[in-house]
């Protein structure tokens, strides 16, 4: 079997992506995707860290984060399982992916970035109550 092992063969394959898929790649919320977002009430978070990729359900009842700017965005962490998989990932690799999701709907957004971890009581009363 072979195997593709580099980024000119991968693209020989696939070609070219088209203008609305390189459109919809922005550096911040845009009214679109900020409706999508507040829309969803699930939402998946993928973290990295040492033993490999982990891929965690987060959301609720309401919006699944709460937006502080057009950069950032606060996602509650209600608890579960308390392995902290994702927090203990964070910590070691801040890098985040956030893909959310509406019901109905085949299409997802997704948001890239790094992560912080914080238990402030300024933000936590900003977050709605679970």
């Known amino acids: 079997m072979d195997f593709i092992d580099d980024i000119a063969a991968l693209e020989a394959l ?3 992506p088209g203008q609305p898929a ?3 790649v922005v550096d911040r919320l845009t009214p679109l995707y900020r409706r999508w977002i507040m829309a969803s009430r699930l939402c998946m978070l993928a973290t990295v860290g040492p033993e490999g990729t982990d891929c965690s359900p987060r959301g609720d009842d309401g ?4 937006e502080l700017d057009e950069r950032t965005l606060a996602l509650p962490d209600w608890r579960g399982n308390n392995r ?5 990932n964070i910590l070691r690799d801040p890098r985040v ?8 709907s085949n299409n ?4 890239n970035g790094r992560a912080r971890l914080t238990a402030d ?5 900003r977050l709605p109550p679970r």
């Open 22 to 24: 390189l459109r919809k």
């Open 63 to 66: 919006p699944a984060v709460l």
């Open 84 to 88: 902290l998989d994702s927090l203990r």
């Open 14 to 16: 696939y070609g070219t």
């Open 108 to 111: 997802v957004v997704r948001v």
């Open 97 to 104: 992916s956030l893909m959310f999701l509406v019901p109905g």
């Open 121 to 125: 009581a300024g933000l936590r009363a």
